[in-house]
């Protein structure tokens, strides 16, 4: 543990090292165990002899060197050496676990290591391995926006040095240019201080030398491009930039004909999601995805102080809008779920921001989609939030609609005089394209709401008198309202700061999209219910010509047919050619890694729309991408491995060949092969693969998907879904009455064991974190399988929160169906910091229905007690006794046990004086006289004494609620008399 504080991760004191940081010290010991003693030319020998063994072997090997070079600047050139050496799938498992550790763990990374992460980098780039652009675009995403701390500041610095020194690695991919045009146009306002002075002048001159000499790569980022060079605008370096794109296209390139063209292009996903750290973007994704209205508020404070803790972190709000907007498109069932909307959070952003300057910023980045809308091309999408702020906003703060609608109107003939009539048009297409999909039902509300000034009002109907009701509604209206006095924030913002608009340009000439290019826009039909829902699409932004390159660079054994298919239009014909693919695929005997993944990255772009298709249509036909799978059935196992490992190529570009493999093999009986599958993926063991597959299952092809298939998994792999808590968190957090039902019948009937009893109180330690419903079905489900009641109990010995509610009362519910053991006793006895949420209840609830027996049991701890335990445990047992006494009716039956209370008096000269001064039980039972000479002196007793003598024989020990009692009772007597 201290190696993986001071050698990898900055971790306090309270932090415990995780899976991540104990699988590194694995790997980095058998590494070290393996070349211990032996030469340099032994070692290499020695560890190709290990690599070869396995697939397992290779990757502990690949990681422990891996972790050499994270931690050893001076050992990290001979490590990669190795590592060239040794690496036999191209450098991929390094790459993999490389970007799991940025992705998770970025932000905890000592600084001399994010620095060697770099260096890696370089090395990747400088022999231009396939990993190195998810590297390189994951290290810039690292780049925090708005954050002039010492440590981003000198990462910054770092990767402007990195992108000059690999310019030649840059210059040869598109998608690298453009991402760093798109990064450091955005991170230059920020570094406005004299502290960062020398990093903004090398930023704008990289920039703008780059955008001169990639022009082409700048219109791939679409219009954010252009948002981005407004927020640069007054920099000296891009006036004259903008003059350029503005008077003289063609100077910066042969087919750019104007800045229309940029603005008629939508930004693809993937350049939005890039200005939010990992950390960031998992966070809000989380907000957006899986807070539920109601407890969202708690979430957004956390947000708030972990991101916007200052004034330079305002800048972010923009990032975080255009994510929500471009990125997070919420399906049909999350939009009738009672998840936060998209709406809420971009209103919460907005209340954040104290600027002038940065909330104009925000509103263009809500409505920047709006200005060019084109419903061909753009998405229904990217402008629902925006028109539902204002129509939500109407309701309790009408003073933001008027906000958001006064700039809407002013942009139409602001954001650029010479294209008004474009953005005109843009934002009336918006409107009819959200009254269409029935975003909202109509206008007529936003238009003529009496809590907007009348002035704003006119403003919109003169601007869009298409959108607005009837004249007689109109007037109507307005006589209705005349009276009205509107609320002084609802009016005009004459002295709200604008965005400064563009320098205008010439009158443009009008281009078409290309709609060939940005391959990931996505357009939206509505449902019968009106809402609109995503058709899919590729995710990676492929163009014709780099498709063309993709298959230009291919074997010619196999060049002709995969052209043949990623050009045919012709589904039919399309499955003929695919089989000619497979076929050559597994004609030609040298195949190696890097040709199999060169012809997955092509046929992935023709692929990706199948792999969109449900499981579950037409499970009887067999569609086109499972072609691949059928040679499976018909290959000799000695001729497995070319299709495992092109299924692994193809694998790690699209994540959903896993699950669809998984129902491929369910449908046949064949499970057992996916085992083999998962040895040649870079995740390498089954247990993660399994539960990756089964999360991109049930994101991606929804519960019914994934509920029809998970009987079999757990079936087939108990070794690893057993106990499995991540597994068990995607069974309970989509789950409805009916599949949880048949769960619960499966786990009765023996058909599945979700529960593992080594490691179950640590798994119910994990469920504590989970949604109330969840942790409910959670217990259903341990209530349905035979699980020892006292492991159960366990897991209450180091929970010291007692807000834990979900937890108390499934445990009692749990536990009050089962006759208390002594071994379960003893543990119930001992839970100190639960009394009341736990041990109390249960132990009344025992003594009810198992009177003797559980009396019995503690007549037995008390015997034993004074030699078996501590004064400390003794007191706790004194104390429990009391606590019981006190909690039940002093005529109840366990007052009948005088073997308890004699039990007690007897141990007396065996207790020490401690404990008979800290338990009021002990101290009471042994001096009060009544209660000595009752329990000492029954053998005593005459048989002919009076009904009185006998009822004081059984009278219950004097506690504090029956002298209470006895005192009540006398004042009654007197008063009588």
């Known amino acids: 543990m201290e190696n993986i504080k001071s050698c990898l991760f900055s ?47 290779h990757r502990r090997i690949c990681i422990g060197l891996l972790y050499i070079m994270l931690t050893d600047q001076s050992q990290a050139p001979r490590a990669w050496r190795f590592l060239g050496i040794v690496s036999r799938d191209n ?241 049909n069932e999350m939009l009738n779920s009672n998840i936060v909307p998209r709406w809420a959070l971009i209103w919460w952003l907005l209340t954040t921001i104290t600027s002038n300057v940065m909330a104009t910023q925000a509103k263009l980045a809500l409505f920047y989609d709006w200005f060019f809308y084109d419903k061909e091309s753009d998405g229904i999408m990217n402008i629902e939030p925006g028109v539902l702020v204002m129509n939500n906003a109407l309701k309790s703060h009408p003073y933001i609609a008027a906000t958001l609608m006064d700039f809407l109107i002013r942009m139409t003939s602001e954001f650029c005089p010479e294209l008004s009539q474009e953005v005109w048009t843009g934002i009336n297409n918006s409107f009819t394209d959200i009254i269409e999909k029935k975003v909202v039902p109509d206008f007529v509300n936003l238009v003529n709401h009496p809590k907007l000034d009348a002035e704003l009002r006119v403003a919109f109907r003169r601007k869009y008198p298409e959108l607005c009701p009837s004249t007689e509604e109109l007037e109507e209206n307005e006589t209705v309202s005349a009276g009205f006095t509107a609320e002084p924030e609802s009016r005009f913002s004459d002295d709200e700061t604008r965005s400064p608009p563009p320098p205008p340009p010439p009158p443009p000439v009008p281009l078409a999209l290309d709609k060939s290019v940005d391959s990931e826009s996505e357009k939206e039909t ?34 002709e047919e995969v052209r043949k298919f990623a050009y045919e239009p012709d589904v039919v014909t399309q499955r003929t050619t695919f089989g000619n693919v497979i076929s050559r695929l597994m004609d030609h005997p040298a195949w190696t890694r890097a040709k199999l993944a060169a012809v997955a990255k092509c046929l992935h772009i023709s692929l990706a729309p199948y792999f969109g298709l449900s499981v579950l249509d037409d499970e009887n036909q067999v569609p086109l991408h499972h072609g691949i799978f059928q040679l499976l059935s018909i290959l000799k196992k000695e001729k497995r491995p070319r299709v495992w490992k092109f299924l692994s190529e193809l694998y790690s570009i699209e994540p959903r060949v896993g699950y669809h493999l998984l129902f491929y093999l369910h449908n046949r009986a064949q499970l057992d092969l996916y085992r083999e599958f998962v040895s040649y993926t870079a995740i390498g063991e089954l247990k993660g693969c399994l539960t990756e597959d089964l999360r991109v299952c049930q994101e991606e092809d929804g519960p019914q998907a994934f509920y029809k298939i998970i009987q079999d998994i757990y079936l087939k792999f108990p070794s690893v879904t057993t106990g499995n808590a991540n597994i068990l968190h995607l069974i309970v957090s989509c789950i409805d009455a009916q599949q949880l039902h048949t769960i619960i019948c499966n786990v009765m009937s023996k058909k599945m064991k979700i529960f593992n009893i080594r490691t179950i109180s640590a798994l119910l330690r994990t469920t504590l974190d989970w949604e109330t419903f969840e942790q409910y079905c959670v217990w259903q489900l341990l209530s349905a399988e035979s699980v020892p009641s006292e492991t159960v109990v366990d897991v209450l010995k180091d929970i010291k929160d007692t807000q834990h509610y979900e937890l108390f009362s499934s445990m009692l519910v749990f536990l009050k169906s089962i006759k208390p053991s002594e071994k379960l006793v003893k543990k119930i006895i001992f839970l100190q910091s639960h009394e009341q949420q736990l041990v109390i209840p249960i132990t009344v609830w025992w003594i009810d229905k198992y009177s003797d027996g559980l009396v019995k049991i503690i007549e037995g701890f008390v015997s034993s007690a004074v030699t078996n335990m501590d004064d400390k445990r003794l007191n706790i047992l004194f104390t429990f006794i009391e606590l019981i006494c006190n909690a039940v009716d002093s005529s109840h039956q366990i007052y009948e046990h005088k073997g308890l209370w004699t039990q007690l008096r007897d141990s007396n000269n065996f207790i020490s004086a401690q404990v008979k001064k800290e338990c009021p039980l002990v101290q009471r039972t042994i001096n009060d006289d009544r209660f000595t000479r009752k329990t000492s002196g029954e053998g005593d007793r005459d048989s002919d004494d009076d009904e009185e003598e006998e009822e004081e024989e059984v009278a219950p020990p004097p506690t504090t609620k029956v002298l209470r009692k006895r005192k009540r009772e006398v004042i009654l007597d007197s008063d009588e008399d």
């Not at 955005?186 to 903004?200: F, N, S």
């Not at 609109?532 to 196999?558: A, N, Q, R, Y």
């Open 11 to 57: 971790l306090s004191i309270l932090e415990n090292q995780d899976e991540l940081s104990n699988e590194f010290l694995s790997h980095n010991d058998f590494f070290l165990q393996s070349v211990s003693g032996l030469s340099e030319r032994e070692s290499i020998d020695k560890l190709n002899q290990i690599v070869s063994s396995n697939p397992e072997n």
């Open 526 to 559: 509505p449902t019968e219910n009106g809402r609109p829902e995503s058709i899919g699409s590729v995710e990676e932004d492929f163009t014709e010509d780099v498709l063309k390159t993709l298959i230009e660079d291919l074997d010619p054994h196999i060049r």
């Open 91 to 331: 450098h991929q498992t390094v790459t993999m676990f490389l970007d799991k550790l940025i992705t998770l763990r970025f932000e905890k990374l000592l600084m001399p290591v994010k620095m060697q992460i770099i260096w890696i980098f370089e090395q990747l780039a400088s022999s231009n391995l396939n990993g190195a652009e998810k590297i390189f675009t994951l290290l810039m995403q690292c780049i925090r926006g708005g954050d002039l701390r010492t440590h981003n500041i000198v990462f910054t610095e770092q990767m402007i040095k990195v992108v000059t020194s690999q310019m030649g690695w840059i210059t040869s991919n598109s998608f690298a240019i453009s991402l760093t045009i798109y990064t450091f146009l955005r991170l230059i306002p920020d570094h406005i201080t004299p502290q960062v002075a020398h990093i903004r002048q090398a930023e704008v001159a990289f920039t703008v030398k780059l955008i001169r000499e990639n022009f082409a790569e700048c219109i791939n980022i679409g219009r954010d491009f252009v948002r981005l060079l407004q927020g640069v605008t007054k920099i000296p370096e891009f006036i004259q930039l903008w003059r350029d794109i503005l008077y003289k296209p063609q100077s910066l390139g042969p087919n750019f004909s104007g800045i229309l063209q940029i603005l008629s292009r939508r930004t693809p996903r993937r350049f939005l999601a890039t200005r939010l750290t990992p950390e960031m973007e998992t966070n809000l994704s989380f907000l957006a995805t899986q807070v539920k209205l109601g407890s969202h508020q708690k979430y957004q404070k956390w947000f708030s102080k972990k991101y916007f803790s200052n004034q330079e972190s305002q800048t972010l709000v923009c990032d975080c809008i255009r994510y929500l907007c471009g990125v997070i498109h919420p399906t």
